[in-house]
């Protein structure tokens, strides 16, 4: 899988991307993440990619010019299957998104900045505009490390147990079910017995009853949610 992301503001990208699950994807050859500024195309002397927006509103507005130049170097080297906008007003991310986009060979992610973008890059441009919640944050580039994060740890051998991301929450549309290790007691506090059994069949079915009765007291809105 390729990933590029779009973003005046690369710096905020180099830790979360660095590190941890998704630089083991990176040295493996499993994935390769490109951070592109479009700034490299910004107007004037300066290389501004921002401006005053139509209608006298509060804010600067990421320009059109940049980000589309910048989208049509990165579209005549290779084809891209989604080409992302992170927005506050886009579809809320879960995990079926997730699953989705993982099997997915090369994406184009684009971070807004400022009061937004352009609203013709979305119109004309933009294949899917996904959000990571109803609030509003500074800029795109930390939903994306979110993004990315999320789809990359689904990469068939990215995970030392690839079963692992089968069981986390939200996969089946239920909370994972609580989690224990050594010592089997401590400050008074005990392991479930039945995880100490050495029964695979009774954890398991333990397992699935907590998952259920975790997501009916948690979240009951899952149950009757299709990802």
Not at 127 to 148: F, H, K, M, N, Q
Request: with cysteine; hydrophobic share 35%.
């Amino acid at each position: 899988m390729r990933i590029d992301i779009l973003t005046v503001v690369p710096e905020l990208l180099e830790s979360p991307l660095n590190h941890s699950i998704v630089e083991r994807a990176k040295k493996k050859g499993l994935v390769e993440i490109h951070i592109h500024n479009p700034r490299k195309y910004g107007i004037g002397p300066r290389k501004n990619v921002d401006d005053y927006s139509y209608g006298g509103d509060a804010g600067m507005v990421m320009m059109v010019e940049p980000i589309f130049r910048m989208i049509e170097e990165l579209k005549a080297e290779r084809d891209y299957d989604e080409l992302i906008f992170m927005t506050p007003d886009g579809q809320t991310l879960n995990q079926g998104i997730s699953n989705e986009l993982s099997l997915k060979g090369n994406i184009i992610i684009l971070c807004g900045h400022y009061k937004g973008i352009d609203h013709r890059i979305r119109e004309h441009l933009i294949t899917r505009e996904i959000s990571v919640g109803d609030y509003v944050v500074s800029g795109g580039e930390i939903p994306a490390a979110l993004l990315v994060d999320s789809i990359v740890r689904l990469i068939p051998g990215v995970l030392t147990d690839e079963t692992s991301a089968l069981s986390d929450s939200f996969q089946d549309n239920l909370l994972s079910p609580p989690v224990y290790t050594r010592p089997a007691e401590f400050n008074g506090w005990r392991v479930p017995e039945v995880l100490l059994s050495g029964n695979p069949k009774l954890i398991q079915d333990w397992q699935d009853e907590q998952a259920l009765e975790r997501t009916k007291r948690l979240r009951p809105d899952l149950l009757n949610k299709e990802f």
